[in-house]
């Protein structure tokens, strides 16, 4: 594995407080899904360590608009930072699309028997996406936060690569509404996730 991309990737990571009980969310579906959104929730209210795929993606490559090898790549060096974060003490989420279950399969197995993991599958409908896809801006700030388009073509691309996680996959599916931190919360204690 590239060693020069993998210390590029971890200046796109802000590690939060160690903790006794590590745990993994990472979150599953299209862009514009809130996923970003739920992450810097959970990082705030529950100290979740994220690993983003925009903002790895940046750090390697200078953009998030990857070739496919780049994208395996990525995805290769994020699955090994997430295991070594798991395996020093933190709580990660992993904000990435997560489409293909051979990817999920890897995450799932790159981690230890005793570490829970759970995949929040955030879910709304095509028009609020694709509505959600249009209008994102730009931050001169933050070059993660890029203007953004999405034609009704390339959204159906997005759908038809979507592998749906399976009953042993352990999921909680949640519609990314107005409801969705609440719902979350709800979540979150009721698996014992924090």
């Known amino acids: ?20 009980n590590p745990s993994c969310i990472i979150l599953m579906w299209f862009p514009w899904t809130w996923k970003s959104y739920t992450s810097h929730y959970l990082n705030e209210k529950y100290n979740y360590t994220i690993l983003s795929w925009e903002n790895i993606t940046h750090a390697i490559f200078g953009t998030e608009k990857c070739t496919w090898e780049q994208y395996k790549q990525a995805y290769k060096i994020l699955n090994f930072l997430a295991k070594e974060l798991i395996d020093s003490w933190y709580r990660i989420i992993i904000d990435w699309t997560n489409l293909k279950k051979e990817f999920r399969t890897n995450i799932y197995n790159s981690m230890n028997n005793d570490v829970k993991v759970f995949w929040i599958y955030l879910y709304t409908s095509d028009e609020i996406a694709l509505n959600r896809a249009n209008s994102r801006w730009i931050n001169v700030n933050n070059p993660t936060n ?22 042993d996959e352990n999921f909680f599916m949640i519609e990314s509404n107005e ?12 698996n014992e996730i924090n």
Do not use: H, R
Request: glycine letters at 2%; proline letters at 2%.
């Open 1 to 20: 594995m590239n060693q020069e991309y993998i210390k590029k990737a971890k200046t796109a990571i802000k590690n939060w407080e160690k903790v006794i």
């Open 146 to 167: 890029i203007l953004s388009s999405c034609s009704k073509e390339t959204f159906e691309g997005f759908k038809k690569q979507l592998e749906l996680p399976n009953e």
């Open 179 to 190: 409801n969705l931190l609440n719902t979350l919360d709800i979540v979150i204690k009721e």
